[in-house]
């Protein structure tokens, strides 16, 4: 069974541009979440996602968009890119059927992103 | 919010040792309380996870244990190898029927197992 898939795994951006982040969660799994991970703040959450619609957001700025699609794959957005947001961006994934190991959640590889 | 306190930030030991490693929330209705461990350069990878209604779990060489009342949980790994040697962090969330959980993180412990 494959894992949670992140796309593309490095990439490069300029201040003020902006940048997609895509993810394909594992097989069967219907909500995707989002985190970001820098040394100085370690892993924080940025939203997650459930049958298209945003269930939680996290404290970032209106700068992170995100959204998934009816085939449970999820995008995530990041608009004029500043240096602070150079980062490990992370999918996870996790299949809610309402049961006890309905909420276990696995993390992709990651994104690396470095805005110069 | 929730908050997660996690120590120690570092802990070396010495290979065949066992390595312990704490961490206390703040939010007495989280009830999910998984443990990754992050290799360099890669995503975090589940090593173990307990829900509010264990106290204690076991996976070979690794352990967890919760104490509600005191709000704090704990890795255990027994005779380490130098495999082991990555960072952990541990998480907490809240959730109810069958949502998904946002995971609140501590901030992670370097261990490195010497041979």
């Known amino acids: 069974k494959a894992g949670v898939t992140q796309t593309p795994r490095y990439l490069i951006k300029t201040r003020g541009q902006q940048v997609t982040l895509s993810c394909s969660p594992i097989?069967?799994?219907?909500?995707v979440s989002w985190y970001q991970q820098t040394p100085g703040q370690g892993l924080q959450f940025l939203f997650e996602?459930?049958?298209?619609?945003?269930?939680n957001k996290g404290n970032f700025p209106g700068r992170f968009s995100g959204r998934q699609f009816s085939n449970s794959r999820s995008e995530m957005n990041v608009s004029t890119l500043e240096l602070g947001d150079s980062a490990l961006y992370l999918c996870?994934?996790?299949?809610?059927?309402?049961?006890?190991?309905?909420?276990?959640?696995?993390f992709g590889e990651g994104s690396w992103l470095t805005v110069v | 919010g929730e908050n997660v306190e996690q120590h120690p930030s570092t802990l070396s030991v010495q290979e065949g040792d066992s390595a312990v490693i704490k961490c206390t929330y703040s939010?007495?209705?989280?009830?999910?309380f998984p443990w990754y461990k992050q290799e360099l350069g890669k995503g975090p990878q589940l090593i173990i996870d307990?829900?509010?209604?264990?106290g204690e779990k076991k996976d070979q060489r690794i352990a967890v244990t919760l104490n509600k009342t005191a709000k704090h949980f704990s890795l255990h790994i027994t005779e380490t190898q130098p495999e082991d040697s990555a960072v952990y962090f541990c998480a907490a969330s809240i959730g109810s029927g069958g949502s998904n959980y946002k995971l609140t993180f501590g901030k992670g412990t370097l261990l490195t197992v010497n041979p």
């Open positions: 996870a994934s996790s299949f809610t059927s309402g049961g006890s190991s309905g909420n276990t959640i696995y």
């Open positions: 939010d007495s209705a989280s009830n999910y």
């Open positions: 996602y459930f049958s298209e619609t945003q269930r």
């Open positions: 097989s069967g799994h219907r909500s």
């Open positions: 307990i829900r509010s209604n264990v």
